[in-house]
Structure formats: C-alpha cells, structure tokens
C-alpha cells in the first residue's frame, strides 16, 4: 500500500465539499499482473436518473521536494501510466492530478506547464490547502 500524500486529507475533505463520495482510498488498479494504486476513486451520481454517476481516479501530489521540475516529472508520469491502464479497463473513469493552488500558479501555468497539460491533456484540479476546497478544475 503506498504512503498517502501530505495533503490526502485535504483533498478528500474538498471533494466530498464539492459533492463527491469517496468510493476507493486508495483506488487499485491492475493490468498485466501488476497492483497500482491511485490515491482516490470518486464517484458524482448526476440528477437525472437515466444517466450514470461521473466516476474519476484523483492522483494527489504536493510538490514539496526541493525541485518542482522533478516532482512535475514524477507526477505527469503517474497519471500518465494510470491515465493509460484505466483507458483500457476502466473507460468510463477520468483520471485527474490534485495539486495545490500555488503549484497549479507557479509550475503548471509557466511555459512548460501549459505545454504539458495541452500536450497531453493533463486534468487537473487546483485545490486551496488550507480552505480545503476545490478552487479549479481543468479538463
């Protein structure tokens, strides 16, 4: 089971906030004979009955090594990888990296940052740490 993020807490407290239920925590996932896991499955039920729930994976990362350049590195390349796995066994679930509102301002809005998430379509949620809610959301 891996080590939670510094601010799991905070991120569950802001999706069930904005209407989420936590369904997973941690979400497993598997392909090939190998267990990953994502920090948080979330489920959103949608008003009309005849339509399914929004489901989603949130990987949570709080860029607190001494260099943003790597955690961004680390972070875009386990979305990427649970991105790819639940592409293929798990399509109807959106896989979304939390990360604090000044890591979204200061790494993800500079030049590379918006190359990355264009490139490869990052979603994103941009939280307020210390509000513990959800500021943004970026699909």
């Known amino acids: ?70 955690d961004l590195e680390q972070a875009v390349g386990q979305y990427d990888i649970y991105n790819t796995i639940l592409s293929a066994t798990e399509p109807d679930r959106q896989v979304y990296l939390a990360v604090p509102l000044r890591v979204y301002e200061n790494v993800l809005m500079d030049k590379l940052g918006q190359l990355l998430i264009n490139s490869l379509k990052l979603r994103l949620i941009a939280f307020d740490e210390e509000e513990e809610r959800i500021v943004k959301w970026i699909t």
């Open 1 to 70: 089971m891996p080590a939670r993020d510094v601010y799991h807490d905070t991120v569950v407290k802001a999706l069930i906030a904005d209407g989420w239920t936590i369904t997973h925590d941690p979400l497993k996932i598997s392909y090939g004979g190998e267990d990953l896991y994502v920090d948080l499955g979330a489920e959103r039920m949608t008003i009309a009955a005849e339509k399914n729930g929004r489901k989603i994976a949130v990987e949570i990362k709080s860029f607190v090594s001494p260099s943003p350049l790597h």
